[in-house]
Structures are given as structure tokens and as C-alpha cells.
T-cell receptor, first 109, second 114 residues
């Protein structure tokens, strides 16, 4: 069974701070997706990374796929209250999309 | 497009009762997924369909769970009989193809079995 471990589980920061959340596995994934989920809603895709070492930027969010395609990170610069939510990583392997447990981010104003 | 539509949004039922959750995927999408989300286990894939055919149901926890997709625009997830440990948020998602294409999620059905 392929498992994705996300850390930290919970993060509470002040507006304007930077943060990084991690997604790690012992398995290799063909691709990895990051989703954000707000309370009462379903997850929404932020980005898909495919190539080892790939870096993608989405405004203040920077996503990186590890060289060995086993891990990924999400860095948020100058966090805003609107960034609050559950951040999920999901890896494609064995013809399935496997989700991590997520990181709950709370950004206080 | 209205997105993936799930019904009901909330369901409270007594243990032993049958529960049916419904999903209308985005028109044109050929893959449909049912997930269950709990605090303890996170988001788990229960089953997915491609072109209305079940491809992988290894995530279905027990025989009490069954899913159907009679046509491209409708799917159901049934639990019979329901148990308190089935309480969770159940999500339906659809995509244009396979497991790696972007999955569009519905708003979920929050199921409480008492």
C-alpha cells in the first residue's frame, strides 16, 4: 500500500508569515497533485507536478516535486487569511490516486 | 456547468437502515470516483468507474457497500445496513480520464448514523 504522510498536521500562523508543508512517501509516484479544501466543500485542485525536481508557482504558492518523485513541498509566502484550509497531497500510483491525511492551515489576521 | 452535484447534503439515519447517496458528474467526464473522508482516516477512495464500468472497488470496506453507475450522468452509493462507524463525509468526484486527470469534487454528503 502506498502511503503519503503530510506534515505538520496542523499549522496556525499570523498573516504575513511564510510556511512550508510537506508530503512524503517511501514510494515513487508518477505524478503528484495538491488540493485545497475549505469547510463544507470538496477539495479543489491547485497544481499537478509530474517531473522529478519540478517547481511550479501559483501566485504566492510554490510547489516542488522531489528529484526521486517520492516527496513534495508546498511553500506559501506572506500567508493571508484566505489561505486558511485543509491542504491535501495526492499521488498517482498503481492506477490509483492516493491522498495524504492533509495539513490544516489557519492564518490569523 | 454546475459542477459535480451530490444529494443529499446531509443525511441522518438510524443504525440498520439503508442509505443511498447520489451523484451527478460533470457532463462529458468519463471517470467517476466515490471517496469517504473522516478525521481518523482522511480521504479514502472507495470505488471508481471509467465509462460507467467499475474499474477498482478494492476500497469498498464491506459487502454492505455497493455502488452503481447505470449511465454517464448518474451514480449511487448504497449502504445496507448502515452502522455508526459509517458516519463520514462521502464525496463524489469526476474527471476527464483516469486517476491522474484533475478530479472535480462535489460538495459531499455528510452521513450520520445513530
Amino acid at each position: 500500500t502506498q502511503l503519503l504522510e503530510q506534515s505538520p498536521q496542523f499549522l496556525s500562523i499570523q498573516e504575513g508569515e511564510n510556511l512550508t508543508v510537506y508530503c512524503n512517501s517511501s514510494s515513487v509516484f508518477s505524478s503528484l497533485q495538491w488540493y485545497r479544501q475549505e469547510p463544507g466543500e470538496g477539495p479543489v485542485l491547485l497544481v499537478t507536478v509530474v517531473t522529478g525536481g519540478e517547481v511550479k508557482k501559483l501566485k504566492r504558492l510554490t510547489f516542488q516535486f522531489g528529484d526521486a518523485r517520492k516527496d513534495s513541498s508546498l511553500h506559501i509566502t506572506a500567508a493571508q487569511p484566505g489561505d486558511t484550509g485543509l491542504y491535501l497531497c495526492a499521488g498517482e500510483g498503481g492506477n490509483k490516486l492516493v491522498f495524504g491525511a492533509g495539513t490544516i492551515l489557519r492564518v490569523k489576521s | 456547468d454546475a459542477g459535480v452535484i451530490q444529494s443529499p447534503r446531509h443525511e441522518v439515519t438510524e443504525m440498520g437502515q439503508e442509505v443511498t447517496l447520489r451523484c451527478k458528474p460533470i457532463s462529458g467526464h468519463n471517470s467517476l470516483f466515490w471517496y469517504r473522508q473522516t478525521m481518523m482516516r482522511g480521504l479514502e477512495l472507495l470505488i471508481y468507474f471509467n465509462n460507467n464500468v467499475p474499474i477498482d472497488d478494492s476500497g469498498m470496506p464491506e459487502d454492505r457497500f455497493s455502488a452503481k453507475m447505470p449511465n454517464a450522468s448518474f451514480s449511487t452509493l448504497k449502504i445496507q445496513p448502515s452502522e455508526p462507524r459509517d458516519s463520514a463525509v462521502y464525496f463524489c468526484a469526476s474527471s476527464l480520464g483516469g486517476t491522474t486527470a484533475e478530479a472535480f469534487f462535489g460538495q459531499g454528503t455528510r452521513l450520520t448514523v445513530v
